[in-house]
């Protein structure tokens, strides 16, 4: 029952009026006492939309900036990352490093790594814990 006023309302409105319908109602002013604009009509409201409401205009330029600068800061991270993968691989001048959980016989590694095909060099990179003495307190490195 209560939607009745509004059907009724559109069942008058022909088909070319409503697709030519925007939402959008101009009023007309006195032109005799306005200035010529160069602006075009769409560009006028848009402006009294922002002048509007000037939270809603100022919240949007905010997120519209810091979606612009979050976007610049990945593609400018990915780049970073990117470019010190190739570094990383161009300083790489070996293709296979071998970690081993404890300490073992320098001549039994060597002879099993020497009978795997392909093989053409082997190094043997030893390390050790070390700490650092500040004033009688003890840092790790």
Do not use: C, H
Request: net charge positive.
């Amino acid at each position: 029952m209560v939607a009745f006023i509004p059907i009724r309302a559109t069942v008058n409105t022909t088909v070319r009026e409503a697709l030519n319908d925007s939402g959008i109602k101009i009023l007309k002013k006195k032109t005799s006492t306005q200035k010529p604009s160069r602006l075009p009509l769409w560009m006028k409201i848009a402006v009294e939309n922002i002048l509007r409401n000037k939270k809603r205009s100022a919240l949007s330029i905010f997120n519209l900036v810091l979606g612009l600068a979050l976007f610049s800061v990945s593609l400018n991270v990915s780049n970073s990352i990117e470019n010190s993968l190739v570094a990383t691989s161009q300083r790489q001048l070996y293709d296979l490093s071998i970690v081993l959980d404890k300490q073992y016989n320098r001549e039994a590694v060597l002879t099993a790594l020497n009978e795997e095909k392909g093989v053409e060099k082997i190094e043997f990179w030893e390390r050790a814990k070390a700490s650092i003495l500040y004033e009688n307190k003890r840092k790790r490195i």
